[in-house]
């Protein structure tokens, strides 16, 4: 038995307990009733912090259940619900009920997954998470990496890794200055805006960016991508990376990675893929043809807070030589007393992060409560339900299905009667379905995000949700047809 409470933050048995079933029971009626109502409520900030209240910071404490309980009521009655069956928005997944558990269990022991010292066991699981998220998308299970809060960052841990590997003098050593030629990265227009951050940060620069053209199926055009790679050899610059992307975050579309490899290999580049939504596929075995060339890659971005259904926060680095990792990230200041051997698997000495959570554990949890069978299900009826998506557009006269890629879906409604002028038509019906989107994210019946397709302005269904269902998507359609007459009526009337 413990004493009696002695520091505020303390709280005894009965009390946790008491507090943690009424949390787990609300929790399991939420998840229960989650389709029930709307996707969200769409208040304002100025209601919602009507209902959160300005009192000012608190002096004295109060109990757990009083806080607990009104926590629960704002966020179970004011929030956007990602795991509602018709969430189709961005690339933001339902989230494994398993998952909530994990975390719980996570922030109880609260390993510090850093050091191997502080963390033995969770240091083990996500060692093994890793080997497990490589076997799941079909590299060789001797690559390394480390967990991250998400896509981004995934992606930022490679990009240095490729920096210090190909930059002709030493980063660590000597700085980017003594990089007397300037280092370029190569990727197509669909990549994702984390590449700008990336050269903002880490000395490349936006003009260090060569954004190659897409092919007709929306690919890096793999001959101008040579071409550019000549060119900047010619005059002085040295390339250091190419980023494929396995599932581009606008229309889902997968590079041609077995030619991007074949040209690094020739020119002697960082291979780089950006899979942070799409790479989970790869493990249906009808696409492995889609994904081939990923096991040539040096690194490799992942999220398992995307199409593995992981609650936030979970990105993977995954890289070909975990030593790259090391030669990037590590240090040995005097005040660690932590022995970095193959035993001794530090995690600082891995990425950005000192202090680490334990973000592994759901992961873990998700990949065995699953199975590799139970993910080829999900991944592959998220594929159909997109496809039952396009279909069903393509067949209504009111609409206009664009582009169809993994389990992403863009379309835009086009109303009977229009402006003649093509010119005048295409402006109409950009302003028409963006005022389309904007009603439907307010309205909370369904949720979608846009996408600029070759000038359209398109809705967009991403669905990485293991709730929707066919019902789902046909009352979709529905819903998109019903709001867009309305808005067009609308607009017909002031035009
Ligand atoms: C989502 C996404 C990212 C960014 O990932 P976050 O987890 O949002 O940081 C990067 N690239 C692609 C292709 C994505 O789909």
Not at 6 to 16: D, L, N, V
Not at 140 to 154: E, W
Not at 336 to 354: A, D, L, R
Request: hydrophobic residues 40%; proline residues 4%; charged residues 20%.
């Amino acid at each position: 038995m413990l004493p009696e409470r002695t520091s505020p933050a303390r709280m005894s048995k009965e009390e946790f307990r008491k507090v943690g079933y009424y949390l787990v029971d609300s929790i399991s009626d939420f998840m229960d009733r989650i389709g029930d109502g709307p996707v969200t409520t769409g208040e304002t900030s100025t209601q919602l912090q009507a209902f959160l209240g300005t009192t000012s910071l608190p002096e004295t404490g109060m109990t757990a259940d009083v806080i607990m309980k009104r926590a629960v009521d704002l966020l179970f009655n004011h929030s956007l619900f990602n795991g509602h069956p018709k969430f189709l928005g961005y690339i933001t997944s339902s989230a494994a009920p398993l998952g909530a558990l994990a975390d719980l269990l996570s922030a109880a022991v609260n390993p510090n997954v850093g050091a191997n010292i502080l963390s033995p066991m969770a240091t083990e699981i996500e060692k093994q998470t890793i080997g497990w998220l490589a076997e799941f998308i079909g590299v060789s299970p001797t690559y390394g990496g480390i967990l991250v809060s998400g896509g981004n960052m995934a992606n930022f841990t490679a990009f240095l890794a490729a920096r210090t590997a190909k930059a002709p003098k030493s980063i660590r050593q000597d700085g980017i200055a003594a990089n007397d030629a300037r280092l370029v990265v190569y990727c197509s227009k669909a990549t994702h805006a984390w590449i700008e951050k990336a050269a903002f940060f880490f000395g490349i620069g936006a003009n260090g960016i060569r954004w190659i053209e897409q092919d007709d199926f929306g690919k890096m055009h793999i001959g101008l991508l040579e071409q550019a790679i000549k060119r900047d050899l010619k005059n002085g610059y040295t390339p250091i990376m190419v980023v494929g992307n396995a599932g581009d975050v606008s229309t889902g579309v997968v590079d041609d990675l077995k030619s991007i490899g074949a040209l690094c290999k020739t020119y002697n580049l960082w291979f780089h893929i950006d899979g942070a939504y799409g790479i989970p596929a790869a493990v249906i075995p009808e696409l492995k043809n889609v994904f081939a060339g990923v096991e040539d890659a040096d690194s490799i971005a992942l999220d398992p807070h995307k199409w593995l259904y992981s609650p936030l926060e979970a990105g993977c680095t995954l890289v070909k030589d975990p030593q790259t990792l090391i030669d990037t990230y590590s240090t040995h200041p005097v005040y660690y007393n932590f022995n970095s051997s193959e035993s001794q698997h530090n995690y600082y000495e891995y990425g950005f992060q000192n202090s680490r959570g334990f973000r592994a554990l759901k992961v873990w949890a998700a990949l065995q409560h699953v199975g590799r069978e139970g993910y080829i299900n999900m991944i592959g009826k998220n594929i159909e339900l997109s496809q039952l998506f396009f279909r069903l557009a393509q067949r209504h006269p009111e609409l206009e299905a664009i582009t169809q890629n993994l389990s992403i879906t863009t379309l835009r409604y086009v109303p009977a009667e229009r402006p003649d002028d093509a010119k005048g038509k295409e402006a109409y019906l950009n302003t028409l379905n963006e005022a389309l989107l904007n009603r439907l994210q307010r309205k909370g019946d369904v949720f979608l995000s846009n996408a600029v397709i070759k000038g359209k302005y398109c809705l967009r269904g991403c669905i990485v949700n293991f709730r929707t269902t066919e019902k789902d998507i046909e009352e979709i359609i529905d819903i998109v047809v019903r709001e867009g007459r309305k808005i067009h009526k609308e607009s017909v009337n002031v035009l």
